[in-house]
């Protein structure tokens, strides 16, 4: 939007939280003049805000929490108690550069997150024909199915994690070593 554009939002705004009936609402009144003044500025201030934010590539710590609200963190099974300004930074960070969600990488930097390591993705394959007798046969139940082996400790809440953040239309198997 231009200056032009916004001011004249703002000036919208401002004649509406006037109260009705105390002030003349003539076009050329000294009134007018002066909500048109102050919406100018108010526009000018909203507009370098936005060109300030588009410029800035790291995210100031004062407005930390304000980022977090936006990106809808602390994430779900997750606080920010135990979390220094640094790891927050990194979270919000990490939900702005993400843009694919449904790869091994997402995963595990995910599980990274909630301080589960995994130790390998498990999907099953179709049955091949030189494949031994004993492998499955990729049938329905099996073609929506991977398997999680990860590290043991898992102090995470891994059926919050599984319910918030990955594809619902997966089972997924755990296994702890």
């Not at 109260?19 to 003539?26: D, I, L, M, N």
């Not at 002066?34 to 790291?58: F, M, P, T, W």
């Not at 609200?69 to 300004?85: D, S």
Request: hydrophobic share 40%; aromatic share 8%; charged share 25%.
């Amino acid at each position: 939007m231009t200056l032009e554009e916004t001011t004249k939002l703002y000036e919208m705004v401002l004649r509406q939280l006037m109260p009705v009936g105390g002030y003349e609402r003539a076009p050329n009144s000294n009134i007018s003049k002066d909500i048109y003044g102050h919406a100018k500025a108010l526009a000018q201030c909203d507009l370098d805000a936005k060109r300030l934010l588009n410029v800035l590539e790291s995210i100031p710590v004062e407005l930390l929490e304000e980022y977090e609200k936006e990106y809808g963190l602390p994430l779900k099974c997750q606080t920010n108690v135990t979390q220094t300004i640094e790891q927050r930074l990194a979270a919000v960070n990490w939900i702005r550069n993400t843009k694919n969600v449904l790869n091994t990488e997402y995963l595990e930097q995910l599980l990274v997150i909630f301080n589960v390591h995994l130790i390998e993705l498990v999907k099953y394959r179709p049955m091949q024909c030189t494949a031994p007798c004993n492998s499955p046969v990729n049938t329905d139940q099996l073609r929506y199915k991977v398997k999680l082996v990860l590290q043991s400790p898992v102090e995470a809440d891994l059926d919050c994690i599984i319910y918030n953040y990955l594809p619902a239309y997966i089972r997924y198997d755990l296994e702890v070593i």
